[in-house]
């Protein structure tokens, strides 16, 4: 059994708390066969240890906002306590800025092998919308301390690897099919064809770009309806263009849905569609293709890896995304055999079940180096 600490800004506060779903369910997985204690750096907002799964989790309760000596602050409270809890044969951070400082720092300090993950922006630079961890000097430098560190660094998709100036294991977080199936139940979506957005709303997803789109496929599509499940900051931008585009009619805001809920809105679907300028993976492109329904839209995160590339677009072509759109609704067989091939590849790649025996293997790996 393999003494495992995983660091991360926030975790699940119940099992019926799906704050981060991957994470939560990874969890769940690693504690019927390993140890398994999770260090949480902000969420949830309480300081008393608790238990998940078989897991136990140390929350720190960090509130105030994450900039200057606060950062500090937080770091020298998660590496004390990871310390307080003994040894641990590998240390493993989900996200490369706080969490993998922590990781890192406790690891040199004990002498433990450190994985990283990188989960979000880490690499991205997109100062037109204000998004990346590579857009502030003190960010980058985090995030550099502890990759530099790390005994392995990983990604959830060859996308990102490609990116990262410094060497990546690829291991994608992989999808639940016990929940995402094409089986069970099916939320009513209307439209002809019904096409689905699943994320939050916000600028690194590059919304406006979706409605465009949905303003030149209604010219062809008078039928088509886009549904949107998620919320964030841009939801009142999206609607107002919505209007300015004279497309309010074929869109619908379902809000933030269920987890568990999820599956039937994808079921519902004719396709799923993906647009953000940055994905360090995209679970809801894995979802969707484990219900059975093929995601088409940027080259990013994995969908390049369920998808071919004549069904990726650039993150400013409306147009060209529009005419995928065309073509599949007008080809139903063709919409049919993707959908069908992004199921296989899911289940022949990107369950659950893959991404547990890839961790299994790396954290045994690093388990017999501690204890050489």
Wanted: with cysteine; aromatic share 8%.
């Amino acid at each position: 059994m393999t003494r495992i600490g995983i660091v991360t800004p926030g975790f699940s506060a119940s099992e019926g708390d799906w704050s981060i779903p991957a994470l939560l369910n990874s969890v769940r997985l690693l504690a019927q066969d390993h140890d398994v204690h999770i260090f949480t750096l902000r969420y949830p907002h309480r300081t008393r240890p608790y238990r998940v799964y078989g897991a136990t989790v140390h929350p720190l309760g960090v509130t105030h906002a994450r900039a200057g000596w606060h950062r500090l602050t937080t770091i020298m409270r998660g590496v004390a306590s990871i310390l307080r809890q003994g040894k641990f044969d590998v240390l493993h951070a989900f996200w490369a800025d706080e969490p993998g400082v922590v990781a890192t720092l406790a690891g040199t300090l004990t002498r433990t092998p450190v994985i990283v993950s990188l989960m979000g922006g880490e690499m991205a630079h997109l100062p037109a919308i204000d998004y990346g961890g590579q857009l502030s000097g003190l960010m980058s430098r985090m995030i550099t301390f502890s990759t530099s560190r790390a005994a392995v660094v990983t990604t959830g998709s060859d996308w990102l690897a490609a990116k990262s100036p410094f060497p990546t294991q690829v291991i994608p977080l992989g999808v639940d099919v016990t929940l995402f199936n094409p089986d069970g139940e099916t939320h009513h979506l209307k439209g002809e064809p019904a096409l689905l957005h699943v994320a939050s709303l916000s600028l690194v997803k590059n919304q406006a770009m979706l409605m465009e789109t949905m303003a030149l496929v209604i010219q062809k599509l008078p039928g088509a309806h886009l549904h949107f499940v998620g919320s964030g900051s841009e939801f009142e931008c999206l609607q107002t263009l919505s209007r300015q585009l004279e497309i309010a009619a074929h869109i619908t805001f379902h809000g933030d849905v269920a987890h568990h809920e999820l599956p039937t809105f994808y079921r519902a679907a004719d396709m799923c569609l993906l647009t953000s300028y940055y994905e360090s993976q995209s679970m809801v492109a894995l979802e969707a293709a484990a219900c059975g329904k093929v995601t088409v839209g940027t080259r990013v995160g994995i969908l390049p890896q369920l998808v071919g590339d004549e069904y990726l677009v650039d993150s400013d072509d409306a147009n060209a995304l529009a005419e995928i759109i065309l073509q599949l609704w007008e080809d139903t067989t063709l919409l049919d055999q993707l959908s069908r091939e992004s199921h296989r590849r899911v289940l022949e790649q990107f369950t659950l079940a893959h991404q547990i025996e890839r961790w299994n293997r790396l954290y045994a790996k690093y388990e017999l180096y501690r204890r050489s």
